[in-house]
């Protein structure tokens, strides 16, 4: 038996626990190890935002104020709504100056939600103030992300990590000592999810090497993704392994989230879209359902990769149980599945399981717009609990689904909206631009589509991404089937996945994303729904500049 400590470092959602320290737990606890977690995400963000701290750097009146916001952003004290709402109570920083007009986005009696989005918008000019005053790696959803983003080259986070502890820093490595002390662990694992998370891993096992004797492993999605073709040995100096494609059989446990304090996560609202309040609102429970994509077949998807391409499947009951232990453990009823897309037939026989045993329930998650989701299937999955979805209409073009081998057509997608929405499940869309061979008609064409979605109200939130070509999806492995061209193939020292690849638009790509995003925030807002979509592209189509390739992020992670 082994004492081993899991740590999730700076910085993952604010509002719920993420998944995979809870889900190791589960497993190496079945194994016979002794376990602790420590989501140092939260913890540290309760310590720089709390009373002490923000009076050391000069925030009085702020100081007088956060213990009574964070209480109420806890949902432990809903009384203090009404002064939020009335703006009364809480100065009001540069964030407050682009603020809309609340009673059109939340009526007159939408109390609780509009002093959310003021109080998050309270926090959030603090943390600004953090940022630009104090310590220039923290924000409330990433930390030091710009060293991470674009990090072919180890340069830069090394550099970083040779300087001494921020004081944001400092407060992370106080607490991580604390657990350490305490625990007594004879090992450590440090899961990094995210690029937001990538400087604190290291930073915390700089210091877990020079104060213990407890090797320390580095894992999670971040590295399984970036970190396949790694020749940069250097970050060992920071852990003594780095885990890729460990563990495939985690997601067959039950995740286990005791031991976090459950009781300090934050709702923030920093948005009015209804789906990215989902994200960041409610502590929902992250389950996975299903292991892998059982499609994984989409050109633009890490298909290659054993968290998309190895796809397996427990039983439905099996499912509900670890849903009931989970709800026994946090003492909530809500359920985000993060699976990449989950399967229709098992979340038919998850919904008539839940309903069989009479459980009351809200859950969502990413799905497949397709012909599965009939009006029957859709009603039983609103009888049983779903509130939510999202899923990639990505191109809405016909020829391109086909050429990515999405396995849909936007007849099919539209129909799943549809019987979707008539159920009183929300729904919202993931849009691509930019893929190969994409003419600037097929991109007017797309946007028409989603204008039609809106107006016929058969979609309620849309995001539009650049596509992005990585190395594991096939589009990345055969670029010429697509009828792209990669301009690198030799390998990055640090970090591989996205790779830059030679476009042959003969629009202004960049042009394009910009009037997409226009366009749609109307749509979400109820407005140029009797606009021709060709209205939003004023600006005339002209070459790009083919020997100079842009960078763009597509993940929607």
């Known amino acids: 038996m082994k004492r081993i400590l899991l740590v999730t470092p700076p910085l993952t959602q604010l509002n719920t626990p993420y998944p995979a320290t809870a889900y190791m737990k589960g497993r190496l606890d079945a194994l016979g190890h002794l376990t602790a977690q420590v989501d140092l995400s939260i913890e540290t963000v309760d310590r720089v935002l709390s009373a002490d701290f923000l009076s050391s750097i000069g925030l009085e009146r702020e100081a007088r104020l956060i213990e009574p916001v964070k209480r109420f952003l806890r949902g432990q004290d809903d009384t203090l709504g009404p002064r939020i709402a009335n703006r009364s109570l809480l100065p009001e920083g540069p964030r407050f100056q682009a603020l809309g007009d609340l009673e059109w986005s939340f009526g007159v009696s939408g109390t609780v939600d509009k002093a959310q989005h003021l109080a998050t918008l309270f926090v959030e000019d ?19 992300e710009y060293l991470s983003n674009d990090a072919p080259t180890f340069d830069p986070l090394y550099a970083e990590l040779q300087q001494k502890p921020s004081v944001v820093d400092r407060i992370m490595l106080q607490l991580l000592e604390k657990y350490v002390s305490d625990f007594h662990p004879d090992s450590v694992c440090l899961t990094v999810p995210f690029p937001g998370c990538l400087y604190g891993a290291p930073r915390c096992g700089q210091r877990l090497q020079a104060n213990t004797t407890a090797p320390v492993e580095i894992g999670g999605g971040f590295p399984n993704t970036e970190w396949r073709q790694l020749s940069d040995d250097r970050i060992y100096e920071f852990c003594d392994e780095i885990a890729i494609d460990g563990n495939k059989d985690a997601d067959q446990y039950c995740p286990d989230f005791s031991g976090l304090p459950l009781d300090k996560y934050l709702s923030l609202a920093e948005m009015t879209n209804p789906m990215h ?8 429970n992250k389950m996975v359902m299903a292991h892998g994509c059982y499609w994984h077949r989409c050109a633009f998807c890490d298909t290659s990769l054993d968290y998309i391409g190895n796809y397996h499947a427990p039983q439905a009951s ?7 232990r989970v709800m026994e453990q946090t003492g909530r009823t809500g359920f985000h599945f993060v699976d990449e897309a989950l399967p229709p037939k098992l979340l038919k026989e998850v919904a008539e399981e839940i309903l069989r045993r009479r459980l009351t329930v809200s859950f969502w998650g990413n799905i497949r717009f397709e012909k599965a989701y009939t009006a029957e299937l859709c009603q039983l999955l609103a009888r049983a609990g779903m509130v939510a979805v999202s899923g990639g209409l990505e191109v ?3 020829r391109l689904l086909k050429l990515m081998d999405k396995g849909v057509t936007i007849s099919q997608a539209l129909d799943a909206c549809r019987h979707l929405c008539d159920a009183g499940v929300m729904v919202h869309t993931y849009l691509m631009y930019g893929f190969p061979t994409e003419t ?22 849309a995001f539009w991404h650049r596509y992005a070509m990585t190395c594991h999806s096939p589009s990345g492995l055969q670029p010429e089937k697509y009828g792209a061209r990669r301009v690198t193939l030799k390998p990055s020292p640090f970090c591989n996945n996205e790779v830059d690849w030679e476009p042959q638009f003969d629009y202004d790509i960049e042009a394009v994303g910009t009037a997409l995003r226009l366009a749609t925030y109307n749509y979400m807002n109820g407005l140029g729904l009797d606009r021709p979509a060709s209205s939003w592209f004023p600006f005339i189509a002209r070459p790009k500049n083919k020997s100079k390739q842009q960078k763009h992020h597509g993940n929607r992670k």
Do not use: K, N, P
Not at 318 to 324: Q, S
Not at 450 to 461: C, H, K, L, N
């Open 126 to 144: 603090i943390a600004d103030y953090i940022r630009e005053q104090v310590d220039c790696h923290f924000d409330l959803v990433r930390y030091a």
């Open 277 to 284: 309040r989902l994200w960041s609102q409610g502590r929902w």
């Open 318 to 324: 099996t499912v509900v149980d670890r849903m009931e």
């Open 396 to 398: 809405a073009s016909d």
């Open 440 to 461: 600037l008609q097929e991109t007017i064409d797309a946007l028409d589509t989603v204008r039609r979605m809106f107006d016929e109200g058969i979609v309620q939130s």
